[in-house]
Protein backbone atom coordinates (compact mmCIF):
# COMPACT_ATOMS: atom_id res chain seq x y z
CA UNK A 1 0.00 0.00 0.00
CA UNK A 2 1.00 3.68 -0.07
CA UNK A 3 3.55 4.78 2.78
CA UNK A 4 5.43 7.76 3.44
CA UNK A 5 8.58 7.42 5.19
CA UNK A 6 10.06 10.51 6.62
CA UNK A 7 13.56 11.05 8.23
CA UNK A 8 13.90 10.91 11.79
CA UNK A 9 14.12 13.14 14.36
CA UNK A 10 14.96 15.48 17.07
CA UNK A 11 16.74 17.49 14.50
CA UNK A 12 18.89 20.07 16.41
CA UNK A 13 19.89 23.32 14.44
CA UNK A 14 21.83 26.76 14.95
CA UNK A 15 19.85 29.82 14.13
CA UNK A 16 20.77 30.36 10.09
CA UNK A 17 21.38 26.84 9.39
CA UNK A 18 20.68 25.25 6.47
CA UNK A 19 17.55 22.99 7.02
CA UNK A 20 16.87 18.94 5.31
CA UNK A 21 14.44 17.06 6.12
CA UNK A 22 14.14 13.50 4.06
CA UNK A 23 10.84 12.33 3.09
CA UNK A 24 10.66 9.11 0.51
CA UNK A 25 6.86 7.53 -0.42
CA UNK A 26 5.65 4.64 -2.00
CA UNK A 27 2.60 4.95 -4.07
CA UNK A 28 0.76 3.77 -7.09
CA UNK A 29 0.06 6.29 -9.47
CA UNK A 30 0.47 10.17 -9.32
CA UNK A 31 -0.31 11.23 -5.93
CA UNK A 32 -0.24 14.58 -4.15
CA UNK A 33 2.32 15.48 -1.65
CA UNK A 34 2.31 17.98 1.26
CA UNK A 35 4.72 19.01 3.98
CA UNK A 36 2.49 20.40 7.20
CA UNK A 37 3.63 21.96 10.28
CA UNK A 38 2.67 22.04 14.06
CA UNK A 39 4.10 24.18 16.11
CA UNK A 40 3.50 23.35 20.25
CA UNK A 41 0.18 22.93 21.33
CA UNK A 42 -1.80 23.59 17.92
CA UNK A 43 -3.06 21.82 15.50
CA UNK A 44 -1.22 21.12 12.03
CA UNK A 45 -1.28 23.81 9.25
CA UNK A 46 -0.18 23.52 5.81
CA UNK A 47 3.15 24.85 4.94
CA UNK A 48 3.30 23.53 0.91
CA UNK A 49 2.16 21.13 -1.58
CA UNK A 50 3.17 19.57 -5.19
CA UNK A 51 0.83 17.86 -7.38
CA UNK A 52 2.73 16.55 -9.89
CA UNK A 53 6.55 15.57 -11.11
CA UNK A 54 8.77 18.11 -10.83
CA UNK A 55 6.61 21.05 -9.18
CA UNK A 56 8.18 22.79 -6.31
CA UNK A 57 5.79 23.97 -3.51
CA UNK A 58 7.53 27.05 -1.70
CA UNK A 59 6.21 28.95 1.26
CA UNK A 60 7.72 31.00 4.31
CA UNK A 61 11.28 30.21 2.33
CA UNK A 62 10.92 26.26 2.87
CA UNK A 63 10.70 24.98 -0.62
CA UNK A 64 9.84 21.25 -1.58
CA UNK A 65 10.18 19.30 -4.89
CA UNK A 66 8.35 16.47 -6.13
CA UNK A 67 11.28 13.71 -7.32
CA UNK A 68 8.79 10.52 -9.14
CA UNK A 69 12.78 9.36 -10.63
CA UNK A 70 13.27 9.34 -6.85
CA UNK A 71 10.21 9.08 -5.07
CA UNK A 72 10.73 11.58 -2.83
CA UNK A 73 9.80 15.43 -1.32
CA UNK A 74 12.43 16.68 0.79
CA UNK A 75 12.05 20.04 2.08
CA UNK A 76 14.81 22.79 2.63
CA UNK A 77 14.99 25.84 4.11
CA UNK A 78 18.54 27.49 3.60
CA UNK A 79 18.41 29.61 6.94
CA UNK A 80 16.18 28.76 10.30
CA UNK A 81 15.08 31.15 12.55
CA UNK A 82 13.77 29.95 15.88
CA UNK A 83 10.41 30.44 15.02
CA UNK A 84 10.75 27.31 12.87
CA UNK A 85 11.04 24.77 15.86
CA UNK A 86 8.21 22.35 15.48
CA UNK A 87 7.11 19.09 14.26
CA UNK A 88 7.13 18.78 10.22
CA UNK A 89 4.78 15.99 8.67
CA UNK A 90 5.12 14.73 5.08
CA UNK A 91 1.67 13.44 3.60
CA UNK A 92 0.68 11.50 0.37
CA UNK A 93 -3.16 11.63 -0.80
CA UNK A 94 -3.12 8.97 -2.97
CA UNK A 95 -4.10 8.50 -6.76
CA UNK A 96 -8.08 7.94 -5.73
CA UNK A 97 -8.56 10.84 -3.21
CA UNK A 98 -9.98 8.95 -0.48
CA UNK A 99 -6.92 8.33 1.41
CA UNK A 100 -4.55 10.53 2.69
CA UNK A 101 -1.23 9.19 4.70
CA UNK A 102 1.02 11.24 7.10
CA UNK A 103 4.63 10.15 7.82
CA UNK A 104 5.68 9.88 11.96
CA UNK A 105 6.81 13.52 11.96
CA UNK A 106 10.16 14.74 12.26
CA UNK A 107 10.82 17.31 15.48
CA UNK A 108 13.23 20.34 15.16
CA UNK A 109 14.37 22.42 17.39
CA UNK A 110 16.23 26.10 16.55
CA UNK A 111 18.44 27.39 19.21
CA UNK A 112 20.04 31.08 18.80
CA UNK B 1 -12.71 33.89 12.65
CA UNK B 2 -11.84 30.29 13.20
CA UNK B 3 -11.92 27.66 10.24
CA UNK B 4 -11.72 24.25 11.86
CA UNK B 5 -12.66 24.72 15.91
CA UNK B 6 -13.28 21.78 18.21
CA UNK B 7 -14.62 21.94 21.67
CA UNK B 8 -13.33 20.84 24.05
CA UNK B 9 -10.07 21.97 24.13
CA UNK B 10 -9.17 19.38 27.15
CA UNK B 11 -11.27 16.50 28.15
CA UNK B 12 -10.05 14.53 31.36
CA UNK B 13 -12.18 11.73 32.26
CA UNK B 14 -12.26 8.43 34.17
CA UNK B 15 -12.17 5.14 32.32
CA UNK B 16 -15.63 3.56 31.52
CA UNK B 17 -17.20 6.76 30.44
CA UNK B 18 -19.20 8.45 27.45
CA UNK B 19 -18.06 11.43 26.13
CA UNK B 20 -18.41 13.70 22.64
CA UNK B 21 -15.80 15.78 20.85
CA UNK B 22 -17.71 18.38 18.72
CA UNK B 23 -16.00 20.01 14.93
CA UNK B 24 -17.16 22.50 13.25
CA UNK B 25 -16.09 23.95 10.17
CA UNK B 26 -17.08 27.49 8.36
CA UNK B 27 -15.15 27.15 5.46
CA UNK B 28 -17.77 25.47 3.34
CA UNK B 29 -15.87 22.24 2.51
CA UNK B 30 -17.64 19.48 2.08
CA UNK B 31 -15.09 16.56 3.47
CA UNK B 32 -14.33 16.09 7.55
CA UNK B 33 -11.57 13.65 9.19
CA UNK B 34 -11.14 12.60 12.53
CA UNK B 35 -7.56 11.89 13.23
CA UNK B 36 -5.72 10.48 16.56
CA UNK B 37 -2.23 11.79 17.35
CA UNK B 38 -0.36 9.64 20.11
CA UNK B 39 2.17 10.58 22.65
CA UNK B 40 5.39 10.03 20.26
CA UNK B 41 2.95 12.32 17.93
CA UNK B 42 2.41 9.64 14.80
CA UNK B 43 -1.54 10.61 13.78
CA UNK B 44 -3.56 8.25 12.22
CA UNK B 45 -6.62 8.98 10.13
CA UNK B 46 -9.80 7.33 12.07
CA UNK B 47 -12.83 8.61 9.99
CA UNK B 48 -13.85 10.74 6.87
CA UNK B 49 -17.10 12.13 6.00
CA UNK B 50 -17.69 13.73 2.36
CA UNK B 51 -21.14 15.53 2.07
CA UNK B 52 -22.19 13.65 5.09
CA UNK B 53 -21.43 10.24 3.55
CA UNK B 54 -18.66 7.72 5.53
CA UNK B 55 -16.33 7.11 2.64
CA UNK B 56 -13.12 6.03 5.34
CA UNK B 57 -13.49 4.25 8.54
CA UNK B 58 -10.05 3.07 9.29
CA UNK B 59 -9.74 0.19 11.59
CA UNK B 60 -11.09 1.47 15.08
CA UNK B 61 -12.70 0.07 18.29
CA UNK B 62 -16.85 0.36 17.56
CA UNK B 63 -16.63 2.34 20.90
CA UNK B 64 -15.93 5.37 18.59
CA UNK B 65 -19.02 6.24 16.17
CA UNK B 66 -18.86 9.50 14.39
CA UNK B 67 -21.83 11.57 13.55
CA UNK B 68 -22.51 14.25 10.79
CA UNK B 69 -25.76 15.98 10.96
CA UNK B 70 -24.66 18.29 8.16
CA UNK B 71 -21.29 19.25 6.23
CA UNK B 72 -19.93 21.69 8.30
CA UNK B 73 -19.85 19.71 11.69
CA UNK B 74 -18.59 16.16 12.67
CA UNK B 75 -18.73 14.59 16.16
CA UNK B 76 -17.21 12.01 17.68
CA UNK B 77 -18.78 9.91 20.12
CA UNK B 78 -16.48 7.66 22.10
CA UNK B 79 -18.31 4.90 24.67
CA UNK B 80 -16.64 3.37 27.73
CA UNK B 81 -13.24 4.90 27.63
CA UNK B 82 -10.39 3.10 28.30
CA UNK B 83 -6.62 4.01 29.06
CA UNK B 84 -5.30 3.71 25.82
CA UNK B 85 -7.92 6.03 24.51
CA UNK B 86 -5.56 9.36 25.37
CA UNK B 87 -4.25 11.32 23.24
CA UNK B 88 -5.08 14.50 20.72
CA UNK B 89 -8.21 14.46 18.86
CA UNK B 90 -7.52 16.55 15.17
CA UNK B 91 -10.66 17.14 13.31
CA UNK B 92 -10.10 18.49 10.00
CA UNK B 93 -11.75 19.63 6.50
CA UNK B 94 -11.05 19.65 3.12
CA UNK B 95 -12.98 20.89 -0.19
CA UNK B 96 -12.85 17.19 -1.91
CA UNK B 97 -10.65 14.57 -1.15
CA UNK B 98 -6.93 14.37 -2.27
CA UNK B 99 -6.86 18.04 -1.51
CA UNK B 100 -5.13 19.86 1.44
CA UNK B 101 -7.03 19.49 4.79
CA UNK B 102 -7.63 22.36 7.19
CA UNK B 103 -7.09 21.06 10.75
CA UNK B 104 -8.50 22.18 13.91
CA UNK B 105 -6.83 23.49 16.87
CA UNK B 106 -7.27 19.83 18.56
CA UNK B 107 -8.90 18.18 22.48
CA UNK B 108 -6.21 16.65 24.44
CA UNK B 109 -8.23 13.62 25.99
CA UNK B 110 -7.00 12.38 29.33
CA UNK B 111 -8.66 8.94 30.67
CA UNK B 112 -7.67 8.41 34.53
Known amino acids: GDSVTQMEGPVTLSEEAFLTINCTYT??????LFWYVQYPGEGLQLLLK?????DKGSNKGFEATYRKETTSFHLEKGSVQVSDSAVYFC???????????FGTGTSLTVIP | DTAVSQTPKYLVTQMGNDKSIKCEQN?????MYWYKQDSKKFLKIMFS???????INETVPNRFSPKSPDKAHLNLHINSLELGDSAVYFC???????????FGPGTRLTVT
Open chain 2, 92 to 102: ASSQGRGVEQY
Open chain 1, 27 to 32: ATGYPS
Open chain 1, 50 to 54: ATKAD
Open chain 1, 91 to 101: ALSDNTGNQFY
Open chain 2, 27 to 31: LGHDT
Open chain 2, 49 to 55: YNNKELI
